[in-house]
């Protein structure tokens, strides 16, 4: 069981947009300004599309965004892509105990 | 640049210690504020981070598995190593390393993983 809550799965039409939740505490998500989002495509390793809530690496897209809201995170992705579909994880770091946790994972199914 | 590329076997049989190396470029683990962590996913499951060490030596383990890991560094040859003692068919996975920074506590860049079967 992982740390942080996130659907199993969601799906959406190109050119919509679509909302993952990522849960945690406030020992982590809540506790803190550092939750990133990593997306993997099927064999690749994660890339980091988000950081600090919501900054985002350069060359990352801005149809990515993040955002948080107590002990709940988001990823926003918009204008959807056949290229977006992906597994979708959160992470974040907790302060107090000073490791980081990732969350189950979300499949993006672009219909 | 960045780059890290890990290694180590593929097989490893049960209650044997798994060693995995990771080789980086473009940055220095004797830079103030750099790290490089551990991160492994098993197959069709989810990430789940290990371990990290930082430029000053400071380690970070898995509160779930701390009794069985052990993180180095050798900044000279660029290479940090990951022992996982005792491991069991529940520890086969793609083990990947990954840079970060004090300045934002995630992972920028990550190598390309290995994948490690615990069987006998």
């Known amino acids: 069981q992982s740390a942080l809550t996130q659907p199993a799965s969601v799906s959406e039409s190109p050119g919509q947009s679509i909302i993952i939740s990522c849960t945690g505490t406030?020992?982590?998500?809540?506790?803190?300004?550092?939750v990133s989002w990593y997306q993997q495509h099927p064999g690749k390793a994660p890339k980091l599309m988000i950081y600090?809530?919501?900054k985002r690496p350069s060359g990352v897209s801005n149809r990515f965004s993040g955002s948080k809201s107590d002990n709940t995170a988001s990823l926003t992705i918009s204008g959807l892509q056949a290229e977006d579909e992906a597994d979708y994880y959160c992470?974040?770091?907790?302060?107090?105990?000073?490791?980081?946790?990732f969350g189950g994972g979300t499949k993006l199914t672009v219909l | 640049q960045i780059t890290l590329k890990e290694s180590g076997p593929t097989l490893v049989k049960p209650t044997q210690t798994l060693t995995l190396t990771c080789t980086f470029s473009?940055?220095?683990?004797?830079?103030?504020?750099?790290?490089v962590g551990w991160i492994r996913q098993p197959p069709g499951g989810a990430l789940e981070w290990l371990a990290l060490?930082?430029?000053?030596?400071?380690?970070r383990y898995s509160p779930s598995l701390k009794s069985r890991l052990t993180i180095t560094k050798d900044t000279s040859k660029n290479q940090v190593v990951l022992s996982m003692t005792n491991v069991d068919p529940v520890d086969t996975a793609t083990y990947y390393c990954?840079?970060?920074?004090?300045?934002?506590?995630?992972?920028?860049?990550w190598g390309q993983g290995t994948l490690v079967t615990v069987s006998s």
């Open positions: 060490i930082y430029w000053d030596d400071d380690k």
């Open positions: 600090d809530v919501s």
């Open positions: 473009g940055f220095s683990l004797s830079t103030s504020g750099v790290g």
């Open positions: 406030s020992s982590d998500v809540g506790g803190n300004d550092y």
């Open positions: 990954a840079h970060t920074t004090l300045l934002w506590f995630s992972f920028d860049s």
């Open positions: 992470s974040s770091y907790t302060i107090s105990r000073t490791f980081w946790v």
